[in-house]
């Protein structure tokens, strides 16, 4: 297949929903794309980066075919996927599938059985970040019931809303480095400094290189980020990078290759446009953190969110004016069209580490200038190219600071729509202390036990479980079974964007300060306000918070339903890489379902892990 800029659908075969297959071929390459006004080679979906829309529906099977041509390995993830059915599609080298190596052809084939928005990238080393990244989009069954009810009674605008949401404005928020992963990973596995400073913030894979002042960046920044870079990153040699007891005998801020922490020059690239027409009453925008970093913030000049749905998942709708966006998290939410005009969609930061934001433009254009949409294109309306923002009503400034009395989305109070209880006693619960245990390393637990070995399986859990079953490499559970995991975050650390392949989590308690109990039910019984288990959030993707001075915890729980290995991890790229990771062998006593004949080992490339060598505390390296 020639590359092109869409992924349209091959013939189609019916399913066994008795909806007809959805096909798509997608050819990875490697090639130079501008996304930012200054041109770096890329990892490319059918010729660009994000990658096309692949979209469904609720039901319909889904084939995918993914052509390597790149001259290392790779993986297709589907991000939020329920793949208990189909456990051997879910992409993930040395669990689920060999990698698919350069030159072959893999095809994943599974059937959604949700809805909502949700995306696609590789689980291969940092692919990720260098562009290997797209949007899925799965329509909802004309059975689901929705919450748009809720918020209005009137036929009209309850037909604009389920319009809206048929055909969304989809906003991929994406950081962007000009150096290749590989290369930020080696200098940070080099130099002990952690990587925290990036070129552009990205929406639809367009942005800037902006360089204000460094003069006014220093004026929003906290002050112990100070100085900062013409970037406006603070620099490598910050404590904050260095750790509360630097180590100068193994980190080397000297070291670090410059063109990560300093040097701007300011480009003038057309931004992304988001058209939209007034007569249509409400656009849903669809937001999908498709990056591997920051945790980032979007609000659109002029207009309110009404948020409906998250991971997939609707809820009651929010009113905000700011959506916090974890790594891998998605939010649908209506946005009201009776502001015409060119209005700013705005990104940032949540974590002050450094000072940048990206724009996009939110346009309104006539509605007799549209031209019908092709399949799987947005409507084309207007020819109108930005290279600045068009207006400035902001709700946060150009470091995320909140501004007027704007309103943030609690997603920890994300109530289900229909209302979902979770279970109400747990059999298992496992404490995890999340961080650093030695420099260039990032664990999910910090006690000793490290859950994933040190070198990947070369035979992924999927066909041989057994190296797994040990507890001190993942945790196994049985179907039917209910866990508690209370993520225990120490002073120090930023939000971790955690993901769970799979089903979804109830997210049932979060909270400042020290965990101190054994159980949920004794947290509860002595602080029952930081728990919810009457209505909980149900999420794939969330983020801890954050714990600059003092310790955090979230708790998460939910019940086997499957028999699959599950992976989870930190979505961010290099914690991904340094450890930040495990399994869970779910059912593993009734087995492991490994698909059609062939559907796993096709490709026989062993998993080589990014880890280092693991370091006992007294400093001695061993191999193993």
């Known amino acids: 297949m020639n590359a092109t800029t869409t992924a349209v659908p091959a013939a189609a075969t019916s399913g066994a929903s008795g909806l007809p297959t959805k096909r798509y071929e997608l050819v990875f390459t490697k090639g130079w794309i501008d996304t930012n006004g200054n041109p770096r080679e890329a990892i490319l979906i059918n010729g660009q980066t994000p990658g096309p829309l692949i979209e469904a529906e609720e039901g319909q099977q889904l084939t995918i075919q993914v052509t390597n041509h790149l001259d290392v390995p790779c993986t297709l993830h589907s991000h939020g996927i329920f793949q208990s059915l189909s456990p051997w599609a879910d992409g993930v080298p040395g669990v689920t599938q060999y990698p698919i190596d350069p030159g072959s052809t893999y095809t994943y084939t599974y059937t959604p059985l949700q809805h909502g928005q949700y995306w696609y990238h590789s689980h291969y080393r940092g692919q990720l970040d260098d562009g290997l990244r797209g949007p899925l989009l799965i329509h909802p069954s004309p059975s689901r019931a929705k919450p748009f009810a809720t918020l209005t009674s009137d036929q009209n605008e309850l037909d604009q809303m389920a319009q809206a949401e048929r055909h969304p404005k989809i906003l991929q928020l994406s950081d962007w480095s000009q150096l290749a992963h590989d290369e930020i990973d080696a200098d940070f596995r080099q130099t002990g400094i952690e990587p925290l400073c990036v070129d552009s913030l990205l929406i639809n894979g367009r942005g800037q290189r902006i360089c204000p002042p460094v003069s006014y960046l220093e004026t929003i920044a906290p002050p112990n980020l100070l100085p900062l870079t013409s970037k406006g990153c603070i620099f490598p040699n910050n404590s904050i990078l260095l750790g509360p007891s630097p180590n100068l005998t193994s980190q080397f801020p000297d070291q670090v290759n410059p063109r990560t922490f300093f040097g701007c020059d300011n480009t003038s690239n057309p931004l992304s446009v988001i058209e939209v027409s007034a007569d249509k009453g409400y656009a849903s925008i669809n937001v999908v953190h498709i990056g591997g970093l920051y945790e980032q913030k979007i609000a659109i000049d002029g207009h309110k969110f009404l948020v409906y749905a998250t991971d997939g998942q609707y809820i009651e709708p929010q009113e905000v004016d700011i959506l916090i966006v974890p790594v891998g998290a998605r939010f649908q939410a209506l946005v009201k069209l009776d502001n015409p005009g060119d209005w700013t969609i705005r990104t940032g930061m949540t974590m002050p580490i450094q000072m940048i934001t990206g724009y996009a433009v939110f346009s309104y254009v006539d509605k007799e200038n549209c031209r019908p949409p092709a399949d799987g294109l947005?409507?084309?309306?207007?020819?109108?190219?930005?290279?600045?923002?068009?207006?400035?009503?902001?709700?946060?400034?150009?470091?995320?600071?909140?501004?007027?009395?704007?309103?943030?989305?609690?997603?920890?109070?994300?109530?289900?729509?229909?209302?979902?209880?979770?279970?109400?006693?747990?059999?298992?619960?496992?404490?995890?202390?999340?961080?650093?245990?030695?420099?260039?390393?990032?664990?999910?637990?910090?006690?000793?036990?490290?859950?994933?070995?040190?070198?990947?399986?070369?035979?992924?859990?999927?066909?041989?479980?057994?190296?797994?079953?040990?507890?001190?490499?993942?945790?196994?559970?049985?179907?039917?079974?209910?866990?508690?995991?209370?993520?225990?975050?120490?002073?120090?650390?930023?939000?971790?964007?955690?993901?769970?392949?799979?089903?979804?989590?109830?997210?049932?308690?979060?909270?400042?300060?020290?965990?101190?109990?054994?159980?949920?039910?004794?947290?509860?019984?002595?602080?029952?306000?930081?728990?919810?288990?009457?209505?909980?959030?149900?999420?794939?993707?969330?983020?801890?918070?954050?714990?600059?001075?003092?310790?955090?915890?979230?708790?998460?729980?939910?019940?086997?339903?499957?028999?699959?290995?599950?992976?989870?991890?930190?979505?961010?790229?290099?914690?991904?890489?340094?450890?930040?990771?495990?399994?869970?062998?779910?059912?593993?006593?009734?087995?492991?379902?490994?698909?059609?004949?062939?559907?796993?080992?096709?490709?026989?490339?062993?998993?080589?892990?990014?880890?280092?060598?693991?370091?006992y505390p007294d400093g001695t390296s061993i191999d193993g």
């Not at 039910?521 to 002595?526: F, H, I, S, V, Y």
Request: glycine share 8%; aromatic share 10%; with cysteine.
């Open 378 to 615: 947005p409507e084309l309306c207007g020819s109108k190219t930005f290279t600045s923002p068009p207006s400035n009503q902001p709700a946060f400034d150009y470091g995320g600071n909140v501004l007027n009395n704007s309103t943030s989305l609690d997603y920890f109070a994300l109530a289900p729509f229909p209302a979902v209880r979770p279970p109400q006693k747990a059999d298992h619960t496992l404490i995890w202390d999340v961080g650093k245990p030695v420099k260039r390393v990032w664990s999910l637990n910090l006690d000793g036990t490290p859950f994933l070995s040190w070198r990947e399986q070369q035979t992924p859990a999927i066909i041989n479980p057994q190296p797994f079953l040990d507890a001190n490499v993942a945790v196994s559970l049985a179907v039917g079974e209910v866990v508690d995991v209370i993520i225990r975050v120490p002073p120090g650390n930023p939000t971790h964007p955690f993901h769970k392949h799979d089903a979804k989590a109830f997210i049932i308690g979060e909270g400042q300060g020290a965990f101190t109990w054994s159980s949920v039910a004794d947290a509860q019984a002595e602080v029952p306000q930081f728990f919810n288990l009457e209505t909980p959030a149900v999420r794939d993707t969330f983020g801890t918070l954050a714990a600059f001075t003092a310790p955090t915890w979230t708790v998460l729980r939910w019940k086997v339903d499957s028999s699959m290995p599950v992976f989870f991890h930190c979505h961010i790229s290099y914690h991904l890489a340094s450890g930040m990771a495990t399994l869970f062998l779910e059912g593993a006593e009734r087995g492991f379902a490994q698909g059609p004949a062939g559907a796993v080992e096709q490709g026989s490339t062993p998993v080589l892990s990014n880890n280092p060598d693991p370091i």
